[in-house]
């Protein structure tokens, strides 16, 4: 494209919030012809709430304080929602040692003395923690679209959390414009395959990629590009800035972390899904003025 119509385009992108990195960018995002969108934050709000507390083993009443007081130390959304969930209910967190943040899986602590894990089945399975009583039920949350989160103290279940994170309004609507402009959709998330499910078929997205650990998302990016495609990769997260900087086009959330906006090439500053089609669009009229 000339100079002049790289400019205009830039600028009108400009206007509806679409922020190219540089003109080889807005060159570049017509060849897109699959959009992979990250779950939480993305496709979702990211702002998940605690919707159910099921408790099966508490002797002296402070677990609930204790997984508070793991889940504080964690910066993850999943994290916040369940700390802000208990304190609404009453609960004060006691200070947490040994803290370790487990990518992908959950977390760990200390706390008054008790062994405390947090986190995914896949987690328990490893730790030698026995889920099959509440495997069914997990289920279930599940496929109401929940993130359902396991807990166990010194080695033993103790309860089952969840939280809900609902689509953006726009979402649904983003998504059949990219389906009907013939660009292929695929959602990538590391919650497991049937939250995502639930998720992604609120959104009318038929394709999935879930249990995807932290490090495995740009390995995914770059499996569909081995395949022919040119790939632009959409998330908010820290999570995404490896896979956001392997697909052809990354693009970056701007109600995101600024992480995720360093290593994306082009930011969409209002959080709804419509600017990437609106950057496709752009990116074409663009391309088609040279000719
Ligand atoms: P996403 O791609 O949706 O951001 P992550 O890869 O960060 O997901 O996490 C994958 C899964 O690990 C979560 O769905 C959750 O089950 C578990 N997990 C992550 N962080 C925590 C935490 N702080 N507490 C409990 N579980 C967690
Ligand atoms: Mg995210």
Redesign the pocket.
């Known amino acids: 494209a000339t100079p002049t119509s790289i400019m205009a385009g830039s600028g009108r992108s400009a206007e509806l919030g679409i922020l190219f990195k540089g003109g080889e960018h807005l060159e570049a995002t017509h060849r897109v012809n699959v959009v992979v969108l990250?779950?939480?934050?993305t496709v979702t709000k990211g702002k998940p709430e605690l919707t159910d507390i099921e408790i099966a083993n508490d002797a002296d009443g402070r677990l609930l304080a204790r997984i508070a007081a793991?889940?504080r130390r964690?910066?993850?959304?999943?994290?916040e929602a369940?700390v802000s969930g208990l304190a609404a209910r009453g609960v004060t967190a006691p200070e947490a040692e040994a803290f370790q943040?487990?990518?992908?899986?959950?977390?760990q602590a200390t706390v008054e003395g008790r062994e405390l894990l947090?986190?995914?089945r896949k987690?328990m399975a490893e730790r030698g923690v026995d889920i099959s009583a509440v495997e069914s039920r997990m289920f279930e949350l599940e496929q109401q679209g929940k993130?359902?989160?396991l807990a166990a103290v010194d080695g033993r279940y103790a309860a089952m959390v969840a939280v809900a994170d609902t689509i953006k309004e726009t979402s649904k609507e983003a998504v059949a414009k990219l389906l009907a402009s013939g660009v292929r959709v695929v959602m990538?998330?590391?919650?497991?395959e049937r939250?995502a499910q639930a998720i992604a078929r609120q959104a009318g997205i038929s394709e999935v990629v879930a249990?995807?650990?932290?490090e495995g998302?740009a390995n995914e990016v770059k499996k569909l590009q081995q395949a022919g495609n040119v790939v632009a990769m959409v998330g908010d997260?820290i999570?995404?800035a490896p896979a956001l900087a392997t697909a052809d086009i990354g693009m970056a959330v701007g109600t995101g972390t600024d992480v995720a906006m360093e290593a994306a090439d082009v930011t969409l500053m209002r959080g709804d899904l419509n600017a990437i089609s609106d950057a496709i669009g752009m990116s074409r009229r663009t391309m088609r003025n040279i000719k």
């Open positions: 990250d779950k939480t934050g793991a889940e964690s910066e993850h959304p999943l994290a369940i943040a487990i990518p992908g899986y959950g977390v947090v986190g995914t987690l993130t359902a989160m990538m998330t590391g919650d497991n939250t249990e995807v650990l932290p998302k997260g999570n995404d």
